[in-house]
């Protein structure tokens, strides 16, 4: 069983550019997370998604930013415009149930990341 | 969500046992306690989860006092390879969507 795969590994931009960054979740998974990781900090969640629906995008910058599951193909991070300060790794995260029950795991499985360089 | 503390780095070599103590003072009731793994250029792993007492898996185990104010994740014979960060992470059912890493601690494996 494959696991989370994601593309482009390093992905490098000019600023004003737009990046499109993509995930294709484990199979059988439905429910996707987008993280982001600045240089020697932590990850940091941007939004999560359900088959063609966004359910939670609190994280997620209002502005140039903007994510999609459809209903066919990868989970798809995009970014307009791109600044310098938009220089980081990019994780994607997939889980088979939305969220853990009484007794259960809700294990998210990552991704191995898109860096993306702005120049 | 409740805030943690651990150690930002660790030293250790190989065939020791590594325990790293994270603090979690304002846990709420139903939080639950997880450790993700990270490998330089790689995404996290999940290791354990535990609410109380002590769960053991094949790759660690992890303490938990009776207050649950902290926890403690044990590796036991760490190898070279062990060497990574380890984010402690807690929370409830409505955070396990949208998980919070903090710094993590950075565990270095020497010969």
């Known amino acids: 069983n494959a696991g989370v795969m994601q593309n482009p590994r390093h992905l490098v931009r000019r600023r004003g550019q737009e990046a499109r960054l993509r995930c294709s979740p484990m199979?059988?998974?439905?429910?996707v997370y987008w993280y982001r990781q600045l240089p020697e900090e932590g990850l940091k969640f941007m939004v999560y998604?359900?088959?063609?629906?966004?359910?939670?995008e609190s994280g997620m910058p209002k502005e140039r930013f903007s994510a999609e599951f459809p209903k066919e193909g990868p989970s798809i991070l995009r970014i307009q415009q791109v600044v310098r300060g938009d220089s980081a790794a990019y994780f994607c995260?997939?889980?088979?149930?939305?969220?853990?029950?009484?007794?259960?795991?809700?294990?998210?499985?990552f991704g191995p990341g898109t860096r993306l360089t702005v120049l | 969500l409740a805030k943690t503390t651990q150690p930002i780095s660790m030293d250790s070599y190989e065939g020791q046992e590594v325990n790293i103590t994270c603090s979690h003072n304002?846990?709420?009731?139903?939080?639950?306690i997880t450790w993700y793994q990270q490998f330089p250029s790689q995404g996290p792993r999940f290791i354990i989860q535990?609410?109380?007492t002590k769960v053991t898996n094949e790759v660690a185990s992890l303490f938990i006092p009776a207050d649950r104010k902290s926890s403690t994740l044990s590796l036991p014979r760490v190898s070279l390879s062990d060497t990574a960060v380890y984010y402690c992470?807690?929370?409830?059912?409505?955070?396990?969507?949208?998980?919070?890493f903090g710094g993590g601690t950075r565990v270095l494996v020497k010969p």
């Open positions: 304002n846990i709420a009731t139903n939080d639950y």
């Open positions: 535990g609410y109380k």
């Open positions: 998604l359900q088959k063609e629906n966004i359910i939670d």
């Open positions: 995260a997939s889980s088979p149930t939305p969220a853990w029950e009484p007794g259960a795991i809700n294990t998210q499985y």
């Open positions: 199979k059988g998974h439905s429910h």
């Open positions: 992470l807690v929370g409830d059912k409505a955070a396990g969507n949208k998980l919070t």
